[in-house]
């Protein structure tokens, strides 16, 4: 007598598996798509402002980067309204707007990195449970705040502060002739800079600490290590690309603020002179970024427009180079923490 088996396989052929593979390569090809659609708009976006803002160099050469004979808000009022002696005005020395954007970033970057990491620390390894989830949040809230926000807090509130009790009336009028010292200059620049990269500095400097494998900490204890001295011989050591990082992409952002800076840096092209001591640091300044934003009305001028996107070349190389630097040190710290 025969005997019938039913087949473990269903033989009637399955769509399944060959609409998942047609709807997987069909959202690859949109990303694909997406993502050569980006590189197109950054590559075009960067020749764009290259071209625009190559006469300026080209038209100065190396004496770009210098200080010049007249002061830089003088030479960019010449390539608004035109050369007084007529014809075509393209002399430019951007020194002033460079030393200003090396100024209020490197003071900032020195003020906010020693805070971020204390902070960091504190959050993501001495700090109660509750307290670290309270503080988070905020952390994330402050790192998202718009600049204009900063810079209102700090003309509104801080210029005063500073004007009132830091700036002898006897003193201004000494240095009056020269500059007007107010509450807004090289101090508040450096001030509002860290309060805005600080709060990202945290962020990433906590999550790193977070990322930390747990056995390297509970190891050092097992040493006799205490949680403090745990912290600064493994935690940070092991975190060090994570540092790189997280300050880099602060710089980018310090590198690259206009609003805030325009309000509180005085936005006048002058150079603060060493020699008048701690004074050097109440007189204004302004930024490349401010430049922009300052002139921005007078994109008409082709030389003026040419100058502004000069000052924007360079703020475009900068902020590249930096997180490209920022990329590779986060992978350096992914591979060094991965690996463990």
């Not at 309000?263 to 002058?270: D, E, L, P, Q, V």
């Amino acid at each position: 007598m025969a005997t019938f088996t039913r087949p473990l396989v269903d033989p009637q052929p399955q769509s399944g598996g060959a609409s998942a593979t047609r709807a997987d390569g069909i959202f690859r090809g949109v990303l694909i798509a997406i993502s050569a659609f980006m590189l197109i708009l950054i590559a075009s976006i960067t020749i764009f402002v290259f071209y625009v803002g190559w006469p300026s160099f080209s038209a100065n050469g190396l004496s770009w980067f210098g200080t010049g004979d007249e002061p830089l808000d003088i030479q960019l009022g010449y390539s608004f309204l035109g050369d007084p002696e007529g014809g075509r005005y393209t002399t430019l020395n951007a020194w002033p707007a460079i030393l200003g954007t090396l100024l209020t970033t490197g003071g900032a970057l020195l003020l906010s990195f020693p805070f971020a990491l204390l902070s960091a620390i504190f959050i993501a390894e001495l700090a109660p449970k509750r307290l670290a989830a309270f503080l988070d949040p905020i952390v994330s809230i402050l790192a998202a705040t718009p600049s204009v926000i900063y810079g209102l807090f700090a003309i509104l509130v801080l210029a005063p502060l500073i004007e009132q009790n830091l700036i002898p009336q006897d003193k201004a009028e000494e240095i009056s002739p020269v500059v007007t010292l107010t509450g807004a200059n090289v101090l508040l620049g450096i001030l509002v800079l860290t309060l805005m990269i600080a709060p990202l500095m945290i962020a990433i400097f906590a999550d790193a600490l977070r990322a930390v494998p747990v056995k390297w900490k509970e190891g050092a204890i097992a040493l006799g290590c205490d949680e403090w001295r745990m912290t600064r011989r493994v935690s940070i050591r092991a975190i060090r690309p994570a540092l790189v990082a997280g300050t880099t992409l602060a710089m980018g952002r310090a590198v690259g603020e206009a609003i805030a800076l325009s309000m509180a840096t005085g936005s006048i092209a002058f150079i603060p002179n060493p020699l008048d001591g701690y004074f050097f640091f109440l007189e204004p300044v302004r930024t490349l970024a401010s430049s922009i934003v300052d002139y921005s009305e007078g994109f008409e001028s082709p030389e003026l427009k040419a100058n502004l996107f000069a000052f924007g070349v360079i703020l475009l190389i900068t902020t590249a180079a930096l997180t490209i630097g920022a990329k590779i040190a986060s992978r350096a710290a992914e591979k060094k923490l991965g690996g463990s």
